[in-house]
C-alpha cells in the first residue's frame, strides 16, 4: 500500500479501498499535463526540444505516487548556449581550433599543441599568449574559451581597453570602482584580449603603455591572482617586455600561467595581411 492509501486510511478509518481514488492514475494525469505543456526557452537559445516542449523541464511519477520534476537532457546544451550568450564573445563565437588557418606548420602546430594543453589541464591555470599582431592569438583564445564554456565554465570575454577605461573613469568613486573590481575578480574565467594595447612600430614592438594603464593592469592581475581564477591574457607584448613595465604583475602571470605562448614577431606570421596579399 502507497502512502497516499496509508495517509487516508489515517484520516479516514472507515473508507473503503475502492472508494479510494487511485494516487497513481492522478499522478499520472498531472504528469502527463505538465509534460504536454509548452515553455518558451527556444526562442532565447534557438533550441527547439521535443521532449520537455522548450520548458527545460519534465515530471515523473515515483513508486509512491509522488510527482518530481527534473531538468531535461536539453539544458545542458542550453546552459552552454546561455553561457556563450552572456560571455562577451559574440560573432568571435565561431572561432574554433578546427577553423583556425594553418599556412605554416612549422610554428602554428606548436601554437595548437600549447593552446589544447591549456583546454585540457583542469586547473585554474593561466594562459598567456603574445608577439605578432595578426597571427591568430584572438582566435585561438576564443577556441580555448569555447571549449572551456563546452565544459561547463562560465567565461567572461573583455577588451583591455574597456577594462582600463572604466577603471579609469571610476577612480575617484571608491565604492563603484570596488564593486566593478569585484566582478572582475570573481568571473570564473576571465578572458581579457589586447591587453595593454599600444601602437606598434615598424618592426611590430609595440610602445610603452601608460603609467595609468600599466597601474590598471596590476590591480587586475593582482586581483586575479589573490582570487587563483582561471584567466586568459592576449597582448602584444611579449612577457620580458611586460616584466620592465612592472615586474611584480609579470611575475603573477608567470607564477600562475603554465601556458606561454609567444609568436616572433615576424611580417610573414601577419594572417591578416598575408590574406589581404592574395
Given at each position: 500500500m502507497n502512502d497516499f492509501l496509508q495517509l487516508l486510511q489515517v484520516i479516514k478509518p472507515d473508507i473503503e479501498i475502492h472508494d479510494i481514488p487511485d494516487p497513481y492514475a492522478y499522478a499520472r494525469m498531472q504528469t502527463q499535463w505538465y509534460n504536454e505543456n509548452t515553455g518558451n526557452l527556444n526562442e532565447a537559445d534557438g533550441i527547439d526540444c521535443p521532449v520537455c516542449r522548450n520548458k527545460g523541464t519534465i515530471q515523473y511519477v515515483d513508486d509512491n505516487g509522488h510527482t518530481h520534476v527534473k531538468d531535461c537532457s536539453c539544458m545542458v546544451k542550453r546552459n552552454a548556449v546561455r553561457a556563450m550568450q552572456n560571455s562577451g564573445l559574440g560573432g568571435l563565437i565561431e572561432k574554433t581550433i578546427g577553423n583556425y588557418q594553418i599556412y605554416d606548420h612549422s610554428w602554428q602546430d606548436k601554437v595548437i599543441d600549447r593552446t589544447m594543453q591549456f583546454?585540457?589541464?583542469?586547473?585554474?591555470?593561466?594562459?598567456?599568449?603574445?608577439?605578432?599582431?595578426?597571427?591568430?592569438?584572438?582566435?585561438?583564445?576564443?577556441?580555448?574559451?569555447?571549449?572551456?564554456?563546452?565544459?561547463?565554465?562560465?567565461?567572461?570575454?573583455?577588451?583591455?581597453?574597456?577594462?582600463?577605461?572604466?577603471?579609469?573613469?571610476?577612480?575617484?568613486?571608491?565604492?563603484?570602482f570596488e564593486q566593478y573590481l569585484h566582478e572582475l575578480k570573481n568571473v570564473d574565467v576571465l578572458y581579457i584580449d589586447d591587453f595593454l594595447k599600444t601602437p606598434t612600430n615598424a618592426n611590430g614592438v609595440p610602445d610603452k603603455p601608460l603609467t595609468e594603464d600599466v597601474r590598471n593592469a596590476y590591480t587586475v592581475i593582482n586581483a586575479r591572482y589573490f582570487a587563483n581564477k582561471k584567466t586568459i591574457i592576449s597582448s602584444e607584448h611579449f612577457i620580458s617586455e611586460y616584466n620592465t613595465y612592472d615586474g611584480a604583475a609579470a611575475g603573477r602571470i608567470k607564477q600562475m600561467a603554465k601556458i606561454i605562448i609567444q609568436i616572433e614577431r615576424k611580417p610573414e606570421r601577419d594572417y591578416r595581411k598575408r590574406r589581404a596579399s592574395l
Open positions: 583546454i585540457n589541464d583542469e586547473s585554474d591555470t593561466w594562459l598567456y599568449f603574445a608577439g605578432q599582431t595578426g597571427s591568430g592569438k584572438t582566435h585561438l583564445c576564443t577556441a580555448a574559451c569555447t571549449a572551456l564554456m563546452d565544459k561547463g565554465r562560465r567565461v567572461k570575454y573583455m577588451l583591455w581597453g574597456k577594462i582600463s577605461q572604466k577603471l579609469n573613469a571610476l577612480k575617484y568613486k571608491v565604492e563603484e
